[in-house]
Protein backbone atom coordinates (compact mmCIF):
# COMPACT_ATOMS: atom_id res chain seq x y z
CA UNK A 1 0.00 0.00 0.00
CA UNK A 2 1.32 3.49 -0.75
CA UNK A 3 2.00 5.58 2.08
CA UNK A 4 -0.12 8.80 2.23
CA UNK A 5 0.63 11.85 4.36
CA UNK A 6 -0.84 11.83 7.12
CA UNK A 7 -1.17 15.83 6.87
CA UNK A 8 -4.44 14.22 4.13
CA UNK A 9 -5.48 11.67 5.75
CA UNK A 10 -6.00 13.71 8.79
CA UNK A 11 -8.42 15.84 6.38
CA UNK A 12 -12.11 14.96 6.67
CA UNK A 13 -12.62 16.61 3.18
CA UNK A 14 -9.88 14.62 1.86
CA UNK A 15 -11.37 11.14 3.54
CA UNK A 16 -15.02 12.38 2.32
CA UNK A 17 -13.83 13.22 -1.49
CA UNK A 18 -11.84 10.10 -1.79
CA UNK A 19 -14.77 7.96 -0.37
CA UNK A 20 -17.00 9.41 -2.56
CA UNK A 21 -14.88 9.07 -5.44
CA UNK A 22 -14.65 5.14 -4.87
CA UNK A 23 -18.82 4.96 -4.10
CA UNK A 24 -19.00 6.49 -7.41
CA UNK A 25 -17.20 4.55 -9.16
CA UNK A 26 -18.86 1.42 -7.75
CA UNK A 27 -22.74 3.18 -8.66
CA UNK A 28 -21.39 3.62 -12.17
CA UNK A 29 -20.18 -0.14 -12.92
CA UNK A 30 -23.23 -1.01 -10.84
CA UNK A 31 -25.72 1.15 -12.91
CA UNK A 32 -24.17 0.00 -16.30
CA UNK A 33 -25.11 -3.52 -15.53
CA UNK A 34 -28.45 -2.04 -15.62
CA UNK A 35 -28.39 0.08 -18.98
CA UNK A 36 -29.00 2.69 -16.87
CA UNK A 37 -27.26 5.54 -15.29
CA UNK A 38 -27.31 7.95 -12.30
CA UNK A 39 -29.33 10.40 -14.05
CA UNK A 40 -31.75 8.01 -15.58
CA UNK A 41 -31.66 6.24 -11.32
CA UNK A 42 -32.57 10.24 -10.26
CA UNK A 43 -35.30 10.86 -12.65
CA UNK A 44 -37.16 7.38 -12.30
CA UNK A 45 -36.97 7.86 -8.36
CA UNK A 46 -38.34 11.11 -8.26
CA UNK A 47 -41.33 10.03 -10.75
CA UNK A 48 -41.45 7.29 -8.65
CA UNK A 49 -41.89 9.36 -5.76
CA UNK A 50 -43.72 12.19 -6.41
CA UNK A 51 -45.46 10.90 -9.81
CA UNK A 52 -46.33 13.01 -13.56
CA UNK A 53 -44.11 16.13 -13.23
CA UNK A 54 -42.56 18.30 -15.50
CA UNK A 55 -39.46 18.58 -16.44
CA UNK A 56 -38.47 21.49 -14.19
CA UNK A 57 -39.87 19.74 -11.21
CA UNK A 58 -37.90 16.48 -11.63
CA UNK A 59 -34.83 18.83 -12.17
CA UNK A 60 -35.33 20.48 -9.27
CA UNK A 61 -36.22 17.34 -6.61
CA UNK A 62 -33.78 15.74 -8.37
CA UNK A 63 -31.34 18.18 -7.93
CA UNK A 64 -30.33 18.02 -11.60
CA UNK A 65 -29.75 20.42 -14.41
CA UNK A 66 -32.42 21.29 -17.08
CA UNK A 67 -29.97 19.77 -20.03
CA UNK A 68 -29.46 16.74 -18.48
CA UNK A 69 -32.80 15.88 -17.06
CA UNK A 70 -33.80 16.66 -21.07
CA UNK A 71 -31.47 14.04 -22.32
CA UNK A 72 -31.79 11.97 -19.69
CA UNK A 73 -35.53 11.77 -20.59
CA UNK A 74 -34.93 11.56 -24.22
CA UNK A 75 -33.24 7.86 -23.35
CA UNK A 76 -35.55 6.70 -20.95
CA UNK A 77 -38.57 7.37 -23.36
CA UNK A 78 -37.05 5.40 -26.17
CA UNK A 79 -36.34 2.77 -23.69
CA UNK A 80 -40.23 3.08 -22.74
CA UNK A 81 -39.19 3.87 -19.21
CA UNK A 82 -41.37 6.90 -19.25
CA UNK A 83 -44.10 8.59 -20.86
CA UNK A 84 -43.89 12.14 -22.25
CA UNK A 85 -47.40 14.32 -23.03
CA UNK A 86 -47.56 18.33 -23.27
CA UNK A 87 -49.04 19.71 -20.03
CA UNK A 88 -52.71 20.21 -21.54
CA UNK A 89 -52.70 23.64 -18.59
CA UNK A 90 -49.81 24.62 -20.89
CA UNK A 91 -48.92 22.83 -24.10
CA UNK A 92 -45.09 24.56 -23.71
CA UNK A 93 -44.33 21.99 -21.17
CA UNK A 94 -44.09 18.23 -21.12
CA UNK A 95 -45.15 16.76 -18.38
CA UNK A 96 -43.23 12.47 -17.86
CA UNK A 97 -44.56 9.70 -16.31
CA UNK A 98 -42.97 6.33 -14.89
CA UNK A 99 -44.36 3.34 -16.89
CA UNK A 100 -44.93 -0.27 -16.02
CA UNK A 101 -41.08 -0.86 -17.44
CA UNK A 102 -39.92 2.03 -16.07
CA UNK A 103 -41.14 1.25 -12.48
CA UNK A 104 -39.26 -2.52 -12.99
CA UNK A 105 -36.26 -1.09 -14.23
CA UNK A 106 -36.16 1.81 -10.96
CA UNK A 107 -36.71 -2.10 -9.09
CA UNK A 108 -33.60 -3.68 -10.94
CA UNK A 109 -31.52 -0.27 -10.44
CA UNK A 110 -32.19 -0.52 -6.73
CA UNK A 111 -31.49 -3.42 -6.28
CA UNK A 112 -28.34 -2.88 -7.80
CA UNK A 113 -27.39 -0.02 -5.32
CA UNK A 114 -28.21 -1.61 -2.72
CA UNK A 115 -25.71 -4.04 -3.53
CA UNK A 116 -23.37 -0.91 -3.60
CA UNK A 117 -24.41 0.50 -0.41
CA UNK A 118 -23.46 -3.01 1.38
CA UNK A 119 -20.06 -3.32 -0.34
CA UNK A 120 -19.22 0.46 0.44
CA UNK A 121 -20.45 0.26 3.75
CA UNK A 122 -19.18 -3.54 4.37
CA UNK A 123 -16.66 -2.44 7.46
CA UNK A 124 -19.51 -0.83 9.57
CA UNK A 125 -22.25 -2.63 11.41
CA UNK A 126 -25.74 -1.02 10.82
CA UNK A 127 -25.93 0.93 13.93
CA UNK A 128 -22.85 2.53 12.20
CA UNK A 129 -24.06 2.77 8.96
CA UNK A 130 -27.54 4.80 10.75
CA UNK A 131 -25.00 6.75 12.38
CA UNK A 132 -22.85 7.55 9.32
CA UNK A 133 -26.23 8.47 7.41
CA UNK A 134 -27.46 10.59 10.03
CA UNK A 135 -23.82 12.43 10.12
CA UNK A 136 -23.92 12.93 6.40
CA UNK A 137 -27.42 14.38 6.60
CA UNK A 138 -26.94 16.65 9.54
CA UNK A 139 -23.85 18.35 7.40
CA UNK A 140 -25.73 18.20 3.86
CA UNK A 141 -28.39 19.91 5.49
CA UNK A 142 -25.80 22.44 6.71
CA UNK A 143 -23.92 23.59 3.87
CA UNK A 144 -27.09 23.35 1.27
CA UNK A 145 -29.76 24.70 2.85
CA UNK A 146 -32.16 24.37 -0.18
CA UNK A 147 -31.67 20.42 0.75
CA UNK A 148 -33.83 20.78 3.71
CA UNK A 149 -36.84 20.42 2.97
CA UNK A 150 -35.83 16.91 0.94
CA UNK A 151 -33.62 15.84 3.41
CA UNK A 152 -35.76 16.16 6.30
CA UNK A 153 -39.12 14.64 5.65
Known amino acids: MNAVPERLTSKPSWLITQLATHARRLAADGQAATGSGAYHYRVLATLQEFGESSQIEIARRGNLDRSDVVAAINELAEEGFVDRTADPADRRRNL ?7 TQQLRRMDRVLDKVQDDLLEPLSPGERATLIRLLTRLLVHHRPDAVGQLSR
Open 96 to 102: VRLTRAG
